[in-house]
């Protein structure tokens, strides 16, 4: 039972253009959402997050909406650059008992921007 | 520099050779956790740890153990590995409390079990 998916395996954009990346999750026993950024052959890092009661989290070019009525978030990036390539994760935090501090992730989705 | 360090990188085995994959953190985290990565899965919890001498099961625990046993230190221990575990393997740390912060991941291990 994956209780945070990603559907979008894949995703192309053109440099300068906003890059939206997608996410859906099914449990509302979450206090926190993040995104992570992988490159190959290296470890996911942490890249811009939101508490449960806000909707809405700037970061320079990175932007995280959470629509908690439709259990949905989102990551925009603008504008899109080339060293953005990578892989993308969403991920939710459990907040108490035994999923406290767990993080629940996403397949993953592949962005590509192209030149 | 604040990082999580796993080892080895890489490493192919056969079946049923027990392994020991290590993981050391210096950011005095007390929670420490063990990921596998699959096509198409994500990032699957195997197991993690609130603090020291305090470890429970994640998502995937079968055929994997972990000990805590110092703070900085959190290993995991495939007894008796099988192909099923061919995966690649993420440590990572972080410190619990108010505020989003994510957890620090090692740089993975790519297991291959023959």
Same mark, same amino acid.
């Given at each position: 039972d994956q209780q945070v *998916?990603?559907?979008?395996? +894949? /995703? +192309? !954009?053109?440099?300068?253009r906003i890059s939206i990346l997608n996410c859906d999750y099914t449990n509302s026993m979450f206090d926190y959402f993040l995104w992570y950024k992988k490159y190959p052959a290296e470890g996911p890092t942490f890249l811009i997050s939101i508490s449960s009661i806000k909707d809405k989290n700037e970061d320079g070019r990175f932007t995280v909406f959470l629509n908690k009525s439709a259990k949905h978030l989102s990551l925009h990036i603008v504008p899109s650059q080339p060293g953005d390539s990578a892989v993308y994760f969403c991920a939710a935090r459990g907040q108490g008992g035994t999923s406290y501090g767990k993080l629940t992730f996403g397949q993953g989705t592949i962005l590509t921007v192209h030149p | 520099e604040a990082q999580v360090t796993q080892n080895p990188r890489y /490493?192919? $085995? !056969? $079946?049923? *050779? *027990? /392994?020991? !994959? $290590?993981? +050391?953190?210096?950011?005095n985290h007390e929670y420490m956790s063990w990921y596998r990565q699959d096509p198409g899965l994500g990032l699957r919890q195997i197991y993690y740890s609130m603090n020291v001498e305090v470890t429970d099961k994640g998502d995937v625990p079968e055929g994997y153990k972990v000990s805590r046993k110092e703070k900085r230190n959190f290993p995991l221990i495939l007894e008796s590995p099988s192909p099923n575990q061919t995966s690649l393997y993420f440590c990572a740390s972080t410190s619990l409390g108010v505020g989003g912060y994510g957890y620090t991941f090692g740089s993975g291990t790519r297991l291959t079990v023959v």
């Open positions: *998916k990603q559907n979008s395996p +894949s /995703l +192309s !954009v053109q440099e300068g | /490493l192919i $085995t !056969v $079946t049923g *050779k *027990k /392994l020991t !994959v $290590t993981c +050391s953190q210096n950011m």
